[in-house]
């Protein structure tokens, strides 16, 4: 039997979750924990009966961590990452993989001359629907596609941007923005990964119903390369949060989402294919609550799913399925918005 690939997880907010998952993945051994909060700390240690460490030199030293799973703020990301591969370690970043452009293509280059791998927690990519979608784009099902719009009208309360792990929340430096870097990304990178790159943007955001530095509503026309038009709205203030929406449309049909649940798969000549698509992942009652409206109702598949992908990157010597090349676009577009928002120009990418 092949020996276990020891896993570390640095930030046990998010990083809880990640212990979760890493628990649960095959072929994958939760080793230590890492976070300079002591309560956060020795809750996950004991639950995982794991080795805890308060500073991260300690995690980055322990030679059983093979692979960090980064899961601090967001704008620590690309300087935690850089000292994780500079000490041999794989790594599995959180999203976004930080929040300037420059900061990820550091981070790209520090793994490319440390010649680990290095994985990214898009974990929308891994979701069954989401890859049919991105499936029959391809394939050309849609015809030319034409317009690509995307809301996410989630909310969260005040509290959450709130006290020591909320602070950070909303700002440029650590959150790189506010709904779209934080909650918004995810879309972001959805769209860019089933449709292509992004030409150019134009935006508006602000700050309506949250006492934050960035924004809590954000508002943007995309031009995407393959001659699609797009429209994208994030926003944290609509109570009591609703279903992340997607829809596309092309020459030859229409296909509609909330969340992971399908509601529209029109494709010309496609009647028997429509059935299976809404019996497979068509509307069914559903229990509890969704991220639409509490950070923490984040499932943890996706983040097994990634945490496996991991564990046979590194046994097979191949790129993870989400490589940080893959996952710039998105912060590329999203610092893009925010660019042209202040500028009132459109800005090519
Ligand atoms: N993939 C997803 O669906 C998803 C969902 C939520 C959050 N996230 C991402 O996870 C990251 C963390 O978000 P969160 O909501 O868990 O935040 P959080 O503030 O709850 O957790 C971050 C943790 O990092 C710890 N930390 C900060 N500096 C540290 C340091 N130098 N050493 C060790 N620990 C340190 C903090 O004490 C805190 O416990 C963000 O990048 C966020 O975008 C991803």
């Given at each position: 039997?092949?020996?276990?690939?020891?896993?570390?997880?640095?930030?046990?907010?998010?990083?809880?979750?990640?212990?979760?998952?890493?628990?649960?993945?095959?072929?994958?051994?939760?080793?230590?924990?890492?976070?300079?909060?002591?309560?956060?700390?020795?809750?996950?240690?004991?639950?995982?009966?794991?080795?805890?460490?308060?500073?991260?030199?300690?995690?980055?030293?322990?030679?059983?961590?093979?692979?960090?799973?980064?899961?601090?703020?967001?704008?620590?990301?690309?300087?935690?990452?850089?000292?994780?591969?500079?000490?041999?370690?794989?790594?599995?970043?959180?999203?976004?993989?930080?929040?300037?452009?420059?900061?990820?293509?550091?981070?790209?280059?520090?793994?490319?001359?440390?010649?680990?791998?290095?994985?990214?927690?898009f974990?929308s990519r891994?979701f069954?629907l989401n890859?049919?979608i991105k499936?029959?784009v391809?394939?050309?099902?849609?015809?030319?596609l034409?317009g690509v719009n995307a809301w996410l009208p989630w909310?969260?309360?005040?509290?959450?941007?709130?006290?020591?792990?909320?602070?950070?929340?909303?700002?440029?430096?650590?959150?790189?923005?506010?709904s779209l870097?934080?909650q918004g990304v995810h879309t972001v990178d959805l769209l860019q990964w089933i449709v292509?790159?992004v030409?150019?943007v134009?935006g508006?955001?602000?700050?309506?119903?949250?006492?934050?530095?960035?924004?809590?509503t954000t508002v943007a026309i995309l031009s995407f390369?393959?001659?699609a038009v797009g429209t994208l709205m994030t926003t944290?203030?609509a109570?009591?949060?609703l279903p992340q929406m997607v829809l596309l449309y092309?020459?030859?049909?229409t296909i509609m989402k909330e969340e992971d649940t399908?509601k529209v798969?029109?494709?010309?000549?496609?009647?028997?294919?429509?059935?299976?698509?809404?019996?497979?992942?068509?509307?069914?009652?559903?229990?509890?609550?969704?991220?639409a409206?509490?950070?923490?109702?984040?499932?943890?598949?996706?983040?097994?799913?990634?945490?496996?992908?991991?564990?046979?990157?590194?046994?097979?010597?191949?790129?993870?399925?989400?490589?940080?090349?893959?996952?710039?676009?998105a912060?590329?577009i999203v610092?893009?918005i925010?660019?042209?928002?202040?500028?009132?120009?459109?800005?090519?990418?």
């Amino acid at each position: 039997m092949e020996s276990e690939i020891g896993f570390g997880v640095v930030g046990l907010g998010m990083g809880a979750h990640h212990a979760k998952a890493v628990s649960y993945a095959e072929g994958a051994r939760l080793v230590a924990v890492c976070d300079v909060d002591e309560g956060r700390l020795r809750k996950v240690a004991s639950e995982y009966g794991v080795k805890a460490y308060r500073n991260y030199e300690d995690l980055l030293a322990d030679p059983e961590v093979q692979v960090v799973n980064i899961c601090t703020p967001s704008g620590m990301h690309a300087d935690m990452g850089i000292k994780a591969v500079r000490a041999g370690k794989h790594i599995l970043v959180e999203k976004p993989p930080d929040v300037t452009v420059e900061k990820v293509d550091k981070l790209i280059d520090a793994v490319r001359r440390a010649g680990v791998k290095a994985g990214v927690t898009f974990q929308s990519r891994t979701f069954p629907l989401n890859r049919r979608i991105k499936a029959a784009v391809e394939e050309g099902r849609l015809g030319r596609l034409i317009g690509v719009n995307a809301w996410l009208p989630w909310w969260r309360a005040r509290s959450y941007y709130e006290g020591p792990h909320g602070s950070w929340k909303g700002t440029w430096t650590l959150d790189g923005g506010g709904s779209l870097m934080n909650q918004g990304v995810h879309t972001v990178d959805l769209l860019q990964w089933i449709v292509g790159p992004v030409r150019s943007v134009m935006g508006r955001y602000g700050a309506f119903a949250h006492d934050i530095e960035a924004e809590d509503t954000t508002v943007a026309i995309l031009s995407f390369s393959c001659g699609a038009v797009g429209t994208l709205m994030t926003t944290t203030c609509a109570y009591p949060g609703l279903p992340q929406m997607v829809l596309l449309y092309g020459e030859n049909g229409t296909i509609m989402k909330e969340e992971d649940t399908l509601k529209v798969w029109r494709i010309r000549g496609g009647r028997e294919e429509e059935g299976e698509m809404l019996r497979l992942y068509g509307p069914r009652r559903k229990e509890g609550a969704t991220t639409a409206s509490d950070p923490m109702a984040v499932g943890s598949a996706g983040h097994r799913w990634l945490v496996e992908d991991m564990v046979r990157a590194v046994r097979e010597d191949r790129e993870p399925y989400i490589t940080l090349e893959s996952a710039r676009h998105a912060v590329e577009i999203v610092t893009a918005i925010y660019q042209s928002s202040r500028t009132g120009r459109e800005v090519f990418l």
